[in-house]
Structure formats: C-alpha cells, structure tokens
C-alpha cells in the first residue's frame, strides 16, 4: 500500500507539475510542452483520483485531501482547456447548406515525414479526394520528384525542398496569384504567402506555415515559433480579404499563442464545436495531438472537415473543403485581441528578433 501511494503522488505531482508550467510567460521548451497533452494530462489526473479515493484509508489526512483536491482541480481545468474543441461545444464555424459551387476551395494538408517512402500512397489519396490545392510539409527533392505526377493536374506550383525538414511543396488547379517564398523569422524556415483565384474568380490569400516547434531535437524554446504566428497573424489583421491559414504548425488548437493568433488575425477555427482533429502522432494514440491546422476568415462557412487515413508519415493528412459565400462575414464572430495581447504580441515579436540577432552576432564574433 505504501508503494502504491508514492507512485500515486509521483504520478499526481507530474499532473500538477504539467499543469502549472505554462502559466510561466517563458519559451523554455520544458514549460511549452506542459500544453501538449492536456487532454492525456487530464485521463492521468481523474485516473489518479478515483485509485486514490479507493485505495486509501478515510478518513484522509489534510495533506492527502489536499493533494487529492489538487489533482482533481488539475484535471478539470485540463478538461476546461480542450473543452472547446468537443462536439458539446458551441460552433465557431457555421456548416455550410450550399453544395460545392465555384466558390468552393477544398484544401488537402500534409506533413509527409520526410524519411516516409510511401510517396505513392499519396498520390493515391489525391486521386481519391481531389482537392483542389495541396500543401506537402517536410519535403526534400526526393519527395518533390516523386509525387511530380501531381503536377499533371495541379499546374501551378511553388516548390521549395529542404534537407532540414522545413521544405515545403504548394500544388493548385486554380491560379496562384502572386507567389511568394518567405523568411519571416528564421533564414532556413519558409512559408509560402499567394493569392488563391477560385473559379468564380473571387482572390483568397493563402498563408502555407510550418515553423520549428520546441523540442530538445529541434529547438529549446518556442519564441521563434510564437513570433512567426504572430507576425503572421499581424499581418492578416492589416488586410480585410478572404483569408486562409494552412499548415504544420507544431502547436496545439489550445495553446495560449495559437489562441492569441487568433485573435491577432481574428481568424476561426472550424474545428471549434466539431472535434479535435489531433493529426500527430499517427502511430501512436497515446500521444495524438492536433499540430495540423487550418484557420479562415469570417467570409467562408465550412463544407466538409476529415482527418484522413494515415499513409505512412507521423501525421495524418487533413482535408478540408470551405464555401466563400456571401453574409457569411454577418454570420460569425471574429475573435478580437485587446490592447494588451496586441502589445503582447509586439513585443513577442520584437524580442525573438532581438534574441536572434544578438545569437548571430556571438556566431559571428567566435
């Protein structure tokens, strides 16, 4: 009994642990990745609980209620967190009632794993939804040659392949207007900003994202990860057009800087009210996050949302088909920053940079 009540209050006190750390305003990797697995956090928490208060005697002693109260309180803020992105909550996307029309932009995302060699599954998959434009992350030249056929069908094209993990592959059937390639942050992480022209002729903008996410492999904090979101949400706040946000973006639907840009750009997330969507990891459920996402402006209404079959990569792809239609834009609520997340994010920005360039500067003295 007495091991079984060490490992109970190991196992709560890493709860509690997770829970409290991104409270913490620091980029540290150690305190970000404490907003990763609420969800798992939370099944920990109330697993904890229930073994603790059918396994020890009564009555408790206050520092046993106390940590029992703890663990609970943990798993139940944990669940408040991921709350909006169950079914039971409020939609922040209206389902569209229109069928697909020349208005209508499906969108197929994919982080292909860039040591996957299943590139035919892929084109399988792209025979059997037909999006309308593909966006492939983590593609080297081996990926971009192999999955070249899709260029048959998809014409227009921005292609940067990467040995480093970042490159990143854009194919289209409608007109892109205005490619560019960008270095927003960090000189070896790209993203792609276009103008996307539906049949019907109407321009969305396009932003393809997929930054450097804070883990010990890649990197040891998230800021550069946080100041690209928000850069990018800045400058979609500075435009009032048809706006999609398309990508890997190594973070969680609930994060504090996913949800800051949001209201930075006061762009929606379709999957608020629907469900989770976790796309990473693929092989293993226990650790499955939503890290694939695609937010959008008040002018569309969503047609159809899926998290498709896994084809080898760590992630699963994620299709997602969206209606610009009109009084959409009266239909939704934007989220709105106040004044102080906007300095918030300035300062985000203005720091990362700093940081950087203060690193480059040590490099280039040594």
């Known amino acids: 009994m007495f091991i079984l009540q060490i490992a109970l209050y190991t196992i709560g006190a890493l709860a509690i642990i997770l829970t409290i750390l991104p409270f913490l305003k620091f980029g540290m990797w150690w305190i970000r990745i404490g907003e990763f697995p609420r969800l798992q956090i939370a099944f920990i928490g109330l697993a904890t609980a229930i073994t603790f208060v059918l396994t020890q005697p009564f009555p408790l002693r206050p520092i046993d209620t106390v940590f029992l109260i703890s663990v609970i309180a943990c798993a139940i803020y944990q669940l408040y967190c991921v709350l909006p992105y169950l079914p039971v909550y409020p939609k922040q996307v209206e389902t569209s009632r229109s069928a697909a029309s020349e208005n209508t932009i499906r969108l197929l995302i994919f982080n292909v794993f860039m040591e996957n060699r299943q590139s035919e599954k892929l084109l399988q998959l792209v025979e059997q939804v037909n999006p309308d434009v593909i966006l492939l992350a983590e593609t080297d030249k081996r990926w971009v040659r192999e999955v070249a056929a899709i260029e048959k069908k998809y014409p227009h094209t ?24 960008n270095f927003f942050i960090e000189e070896d992480i790209p993203s792609i900003i276009t103008g996307v022209k539906l049949k019907s ?161 040590e490099e280039n003295k040594t």
Not at 163 to 177: I, K, Q, T, V
Not at 215 to 234: C, F, M, Q
């Open 158 to 181: 921005v292609l940067y392949p990467l040995d480093n993990a970042y490159g990143m592959a854009l194919y289209s059937r409608f007109e892109l207007e205005n490619p560019k390639l």
């Open 201 to 361: 002729g109407v321009s969305v903008n396009l932003f393809c994202l997929h930054p450097r996410p804070p883990v010990p492999t890649e990197s040891i904090r998230s800021n550069e990860r946080d100041a690209e979101l928000l850069y990018v949400g800045r400058m979609i706040n500075e435009q009032d057009a048809p706006t999609i946000t398309a990508g890997d973006l190594n973070d969680v639907a609930w994060s504090r800087t996913t949800k800051l840009f949001q209201k930075i750009s006061g762009l929606l997330d379709p999957r608020i009210g629907r469900g989770l969507y976790s796309s990473f990891h693929a092989h293993y459920p226990i650790i499955r996050f939503p890290l694939d996402h695609v937010f959008h402006s008040k002018h569309f209404r969503l047609a159809e949302l899926r998290r498709l079959p896994s084809i080898g990569s760590d992630h699963f792809p994620i299709l997602i088909a969206l209606n610009y239609e009109k009084g959409a834009e009266h239909a939704h609520e934007e989220p709105v920053a106040t004044p102080e997340e906007e300095k918030e994010a300035v300062e985000t920005i203005a720091e990362t940079l700093e940081m950087i360039e203060e690193e480059d500067s």
